[in-house]
């Protein structure tokens, strides 16, 4: 039996869990979504400062949760890139430490990774698979040949998904994060296919750019501000309510829906087009990031996996956002397979690419 701690500070949650043979133990998360939402967005400085507060007594509920004691974790998993390196510090700094004192093996993991196996902990991913991951900073296409073996296909030239959808909520004054609230007015609206170019679709790549359609939704709110949305302080019924008052529900929610259309067609275009390129072989399409809790993208991805009689692999929707489940089942895979690192172990910012440096043990 392995028992794993997994690690997650990469940007604003504080993330720890326990994971033994592949299977969940326990989990704690402490997010600090209403601390940057008051600027808008992640502020590095506020976040390193939190984690460092959490951390410990984090910990320690997660221990007490599981009934396990330092002593019998076997190896500390944790996040190293990319993400903001300052935050991603105070994890590294908390797992070099914690492995030291309770004597267990240490292993790096790459969130991205992480991601896309984190759904792994709720069934099994039939290999070799296609992987989206869309997250607030990432958007890339993957061929997963297995759960070590991960190859980048696509990725965006600019922004991410969830940073197109959240600057779309902040230009229509929601609060940070604002996708899921694009995603929740969408429902009251059908597309209209009219209204926004799809993104970056018209060329032969597996790449994406969303920095068009971001600019194309503030330049569509500058010339109609009345979408504009009034105080978010009573929650999302009380948004409705508001909308509702002023007659603009429906025409915000076609607004959304046509945005969150655009998105949806050039991650099902580039998705399409890589299992086109892939040669086949692939059995399973896997949709992992915050993004992947959007309804029309896991419709559409559900849809387009149906037809190719490909296994579409969904997390549950806090399986999607950044959690410790996902590091700890990374690192779990990598140390079964021998693979760990040593106390130079580096954190690698958004940006770098992440190098394969593991020891390996022998087996
Ligand atoms: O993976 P994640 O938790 O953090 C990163 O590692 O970036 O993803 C967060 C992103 C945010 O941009 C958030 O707005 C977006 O996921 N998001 C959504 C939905 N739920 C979260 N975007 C669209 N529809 C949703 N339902
Ligand atoms: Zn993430």
Not at 87 to 104: C, E, P
Not at 316 to 334: E, H, K, Q, R, V
Request: hydrophobic share 45%; aromatic share 6%.
């Amino acid at each position: 039996m392995t028992l794993c701690l997994g690690i997650e500070t990469s940007c604003d949650e504080t993330a720890l869990a326990l994971v033994e043979d592949g299977r969940l133990i326990a989990e704690r998360i402490a997010t600090q979504v209403d601390a940057h939402s008051l600027f808008g967005g992640v502020v590095p400085e506020l976040a390193s400062r939190e984690h460092l507060r959490v951390l410990a007594p984090l910990m320690d509920a997660l221990l007490a949760d599981s009934g396990r004691s330092l002593g019998e974790i076997d190896v500390v998993a944790v996040a190293r890139g990319p993400g903001l390196l300052s935050s991603l510090l105070v994890g590294m700094s908390f797992a070099k430490g914690l492995a030291l004192g309770a004597g267990a093996d240490l292993v790096g993991v790459n969130h991205l990774w992480a991601h896309l196996l984190a759904p792994a902990l709720e069934r099994e991913i039939v290999f070799p698979a296609l992987g989206l991951l869309v997250s607030g900073g990432h958007t890339q296409i993957y061929r997963i040949q297995s759960p070590l073996a991960f190859e980048v296909l696509g990725r965006t030239l600019d922004d991410a998904a969830g940073e197109a959808f959240d600057k779309a909520a902040k230009v229509l004054n929601l609060p940070y994060p604002g996708g899921r609230l694009i995603d929740e007015l969408s429902q009251f609206g059908v597309p209209d296919k009219t209204l926004f170019p799809r993104p970056y679709v018209n060329n032969t790549n597996l790449d994406f750019s969303f920095s068009g359609v971001k600019t194309a939704i503030a330049t569509y709110v500058a010339g109609n501000l009345h979408l504009r949305a009034g105080s978010m302080d009573s929650g999302l019924d009380g948004l409705l309510a508001e909308l509702k008052g002023r007659g603009v529900l429906e025409e915000l929610a076609v607004v959304c829906a046509s945005f969150n259309w655009c998105i949806a067609e050039a991650l099902r275009i580039k998705v399409e087009r890589a299992l086109d390129q892939s040669g086949g072989g692939v059995r399973s399409l896997v949709v992992a990031g915050g993004v992947a809790a959007n309804s029309m993208i896991r419709s559409v991805m559900t849809e387009l996996a149906a037809h190719r009689g490909l296994e579409v692999v969904l997390p549950s929707p806090g399986m999607c956002t950044d959690n410790g489940a996902m590091i700890a089942l990374a690192g779990w895979y990598l140390y079964s397979a021998g693979y760990k690192h040593g106390m130079d172990l580096e954190a690698i910012p958004r940006g770098q690419k992440i190098p394969w440096d593991y020891c390996q043990m022998e087996s």
